[in-house]
């Protein structure tokens, strides 16, 4: 009998761990998310690197004017797109920018594509989406990129990363990566990891009013 209460009163216990443990879970998975998005901080010799830190010197390319001194300015690069045209960051100053570094063989880059693709449709007019490609010529190559890009019937703009420029710009060492940028050129905040949707409006809605008003 006495053993009977014994593992009963384990049993109750393994159970209130077993809760206590499942709830602290929850907790700290809607305070820790991983597409939680971080805010940029106005530095003019350090970029966006993993982890929500700041790296070494890197080249600036939108200088800081009146009242623009706590903005960061984003970091220039350039890449190459479908006929192999060299392209910068800078050419699309004027417009709100949605950075994403990607690759084919990322799942995570692949599973949040279709929520870019649809508020691309959406909101192309408004906003310069940079889908860079990770194309380090091995792993990744162009036709590899190209051949997923067209099989799943994405329209937005792709372009490749084939000299690293980019990558080392933003000290890209996991993907995906997107970086949210103004009309003005200046980084208002990045995420390290797969966005869905909300999060992805959210950090559109810090560059523009698009996604503001969206569910």
């Avoid at 690069?77 to 699309?92: C, E, H, M, Q």
């Avoid at 004027?94 to 508020?119: R, T």
């Avoid at 989406?129 to 190559?141: A, I, S």
Wanted: aromatic fraction near 14%; hydrophobic fraction near 40%; glycine fraction near 8%.
């Amino acid at each position: 009998m006495n053993k009977t209460i014994k593992w009963i009163l384990l049993t109750v216990v393994f159970a209130a761990l077993l809760a206590g443990v499942w709830l602290l879970y929850q907790k700290l998975g809607s305070e820790y998310k991983p597409d939680a998005l971080f805010p940029v901080e106005g530095e003019s010799t350090t970029a966006v690197t993993a982890g929500g830190e700041t790296g070494s010197e890197g080249e600036t390319t939108a200088p800081a004017e009146n009242g623009e001194e706590d903005k960061q300015p984003a970091f220039d690069f350039t890449v190459y797109d479908y006929d192999g045209n060299a392209v910068k960051l800078s050419d699309f100053f004027g417009k709100p920018i949605v950075l994403n570094f990607w690759a084919s063989w990322c799942s995570p880059c692949k599973a949040e594509m279709p929520d870019f693709e649809e508020i691309y449709r959406e909101h192309g007019e408004q906003i310069q989406f940079l889908m860079v490609n990770m194309t380090d010529g091995r792993q990744e190559t162009v036709a590899s990129a190209q051949d997923f890009i067209d099989g799943q019937g994405y329209t937005f703009p792709v372009y490749f990363d084939k000299d690293t420029d980019a990558a080392t710009a933003y000290y890209v060492t996991g993907i995906p990566m997107t970086v949210f940028i103004d009309k003005d050129g200046y980084m208002e905040a990045y995420a390290m990891s797969m966005l869905d949707k909300e999060t992805l409006l959210k950090g559109i809605a810090m560059i523009s009013d698009v996604g503001q008003s969206e569910d």
